[in-house]
């Protein structure tokens, strides 16, 4: 008989081990599972962008009020992630915890790392296609083509170091809000655990390597229609709206997101949980 969970979350120790035999588990991933996984996760990131457009498409209110409300739709996409079963880049630096406790190589966390981004990409670029077909940017007579060129060309416009700033702060935010669901033993419990980091990623502005997949491609397109002359388009920011400028965003915000979560996250709460110095020297005297 199954076991009934309890309302209880687990404890942060109790995480730190269950993000550990996580990692494990993804690392030794069957490839066309790796890959069928991660293109459903670039998708869901993306529908969460699409709900998020719509949602902010011509808001004149409060700009602090218009980011926590797209964040809280934005949250579409990560619930979609933790509940249906997919892999993300950004969740996965946390693989970092079960390299660093020995259970994975170094090579088979950059593998997962690599193969795992690019076919989230293409999940991205599926639903650009699928989006920018669909005329979804047509809505509210163009004002979600407006929001659409808006962030898009905002993104693709920053300066390196920005991005790398805002990508490491970015995936704090994230790989948090995966710890946080993993404390959770049902379905409520998980998607309330997530639901204010991920606002607060979303809030923030910061940068996210996958969603920037879906956010800027999408917005190139969007500019070679007759949105980009509506009044109120970012017509000062348009011409960062090139397949140039979005490489130039997502290299820095994939940096940032490593950092973020493999380090300061990963890294961090595998010293506090995980780590056992007195452990470690004694396995180092025994390999001299």
């Known amino acids: 008989m199954a076991d009934i969970p309890t309302p209880n979350a687990y404890t942060p120790a109790e995480i730190a081990h269950k993000i550990e035999q996580l990692g494990v588990t993804k690392a030794n991933m069957p490839l066309h599972r790796t890959v069928i996984l991660s293109i459903l996760a670039g998708l869901f990131v993306s529908l969460g962008s699409i709900f998020y457009f719509v949602a902010l498409a011509g808001w004149n209110g409060s700009y602090g009020v218009g980011q926590v409300l797209g964040g809280l739709v934005f949250n579409l996409g990560l619930a979609l992630i933790a509940l249906n079963g997919a892999e ?77 700033a805002r990508g490491i702060l970015a995936n704090i935010f994230v790989t948090l809000a995966v710890w946080a669901y993993t404390a959770g033993k049902s379905v409520v419990d998980k998607i309330a655990a997530m639901i204010l980091p991920i606002t607060g990623f979303v809030a923030s502005g910061s940068e996210h390597s996958i969603a920037n997949m879906f956010y800027i491609p999408y917005a190139i397109l969007v500019k070679g229609t007759s949105i980009a002359s509506l009044p109120g388009a970012p017509t000062q920011k348009l011409y960062a709206l090139d397949w140039a400028h979005f490489i130039g965003n997502l290299i820095p915000a994939t940096i940032g997101n490593i950092l973020g979560g493999a380090i300061c996250v990963g890294l961090v709460y595998w010293a506090a949980y995980l780590w056992n110095p007195k452990e470690a020297e004694e396995t180092a005297q025994k390999a001299a």
């Open 88 to 164: 993300l880049f950004t969740g996965n630096t946390l693989l970092s915890i079960a390299a660093m406790q020995r259970k994975i190589s170094v090579g088979k966390m950059l593998r997962n790392w690599a193969l795992v981004w690019v076919f989230n990409g293409v999940g991205a670029f599926l639903a650009v296609g699928l989006a920018f077909a669909a005329q979804h940017y047509t809505g509210g007579d163009g004002l979600v083509g407006l929001k659409i060129l808006s962030v898009g060309a905002t993104k693709a416009s920053l300066p390196f170091g920005v991005v790398l």
